[in-house]
């Protein structure tokens, strides 16, 4: 079955406790939690005060999803604030085999993540070392952007790489998930859906997490 993980930046935040609520009591297997530095992606999202309210207040993991040039500077930190995943950028990252290393160290799981414009070659010595995979299928910065098609190839290639290397990574995708674009993921062999817009915009959140999982 697929994991869910409903992206924080599409909630309502003069809303915020009824939102966490919808969260909380949904199937979620995962909060999707992006931080954006206005440099490595043209936005600014939120970061560590929230993060820090959100800990003991949401009860699923975060899975935070890190759009910052020098990810490694903040591994600590992310790691203190209870975060099971973190996910930093291949693009971001000079020396991604020891940030990867980094992540591990501080306890949390490893994920990276390739922009559209980037190639799932660029994955094949780290494919071993990662949990997670996150392919972006729009480019990183916004909510509500439509999915970009030729990604799902692109899952299907990551697919066969982790396959015949016998590599145990997730694949996650963000940007423009919903219902269609969901199905359509899940048959190139996804395993965890990013959603915002879809669930936070829709009439019934909770129903739309069960209906995404259940795709
Ligand atoms: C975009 C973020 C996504 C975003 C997805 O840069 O990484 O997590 O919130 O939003 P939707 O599902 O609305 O495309
Ligand atoms: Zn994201």
Redesign the pocket.
């Known amino acids: 079955m697929l994991q869910i993980a409903p992206?924080f930046?599409?909630a309502d935040f003069a809303h915020l406790e009824r939102d966490i609520e919808i969260l909380n009591r949904s199937e979620a297997d995962w909060l999707?939690y992006?931080v954006m530095d206005g440099s490595f992606?043209p936005n600014i999202s939120f970061g560590f005060p929230v993060m820090a309210s959100l800990q003991g207040v949401v009860s699923k993991p975060m899975d935070v999803?890190m759009?910052v040039v020098h990810p490694e500077r903040w591994i600590e930190r992310v790691a203190s604030y209870g975060t099971r995943m973190m996910t930093v950028h291949q693009e971001a990252c000079p020396n991604l085999h020891r940030t990867i290393q980094q992540i591990h160290e501080a306890g949390m799981l490893a994920g990276v993540a390739i922009n559209p414009g980037t190639p799932v070659m660029m994955l094949e010595e780290v494919i071993c070392d990662v949990d997670l995979v996150l392919i972006?299928t729009?480019n990183?910065?916004?909510?509500?952007?439509k999915f970009i098609p030729s990604m799902l190839d692109k899952v299907r290639r990551l697919k066969a790489m982790i396959l015949q290397r016998h590599a145990h990574a997730l694949i996650e995708c963000?940007?423009?998930?919903n219902l269609e674009t969901g199905a359509l993921l899940k048959e190139a062999g996804v395993d965890i859906l990013?959603?915002?817009?879809?669930i936070f915009r829709s009439d019934d959140p909770v129903k739309m997490v069960h209906d995404l999982k259940n795709l």
Do not use: K, T, Y
Not at 140 to 145: C, E, K, L, M, R
Not at 174 to 177: E, Q, S
């Open positions: 992206s930046l599409s999707h992006d992606v999803h759009m972006m729009v990183p910065g916004f909510g509500g952007q963000d940007g423009g998930v990013v959603a915002g817009n879809s």
